[in-house]
Nanobody
């Protein structure tokens, strides 16, 4: 089993920055890709960015140039640096880990990000 704990959410004004962190523990050797998802009220959960064990990254178009995902495999952590935040970035942000063993997919409990206009 893998446990994921997010931190770093909060309230920020539009144009500001926040840094989210995700700490993984447990059977971390089974983890390969990690990612950040978000879910705004009334919306489906959506991918924000993902990063492989080797450091390959993927960003959704709505965060390209503003958000940066990073990962420290030695510390078992993953961060999301969010700059130039917009009110539409307001959501609960979830850490996700894909693993090579059942149940293959893990989620954190989420951290709230609120961007005021």
């Amino acid at each position: 089993q893998v446990q994921l704990v997010e931190s770093g959410g909060g309230l920020v004004q539009a144009g500001g920055s926040l840094r989210l962190s995700c700490a993984a523990s447990g059977s971390i050797e089974s983890i390969h890709t990690m990612g950040w998802y978000r879910q705004a009220p009334g919306n489906q959960r959506e991918l924000v960015a993902a990063i492989t064990t080797a450091g390959g990254t993927k960003y959704e178009d709505f965060v390209k140039g503003r958000f940066t995902i990073s990962r420290d495999n030695a510390k078992n952590t993953m961060d999301l640096q969010m700059n130039s935040l917009k009110p539409e970035d307001t959501a609960v942000y979830y850490c996700n880990a894909e693993a090579s063993k059942w149940p293959y997919n893990y989620w954190g409990h989420g951290t709230h990000v609120t961007v005021s206009s």
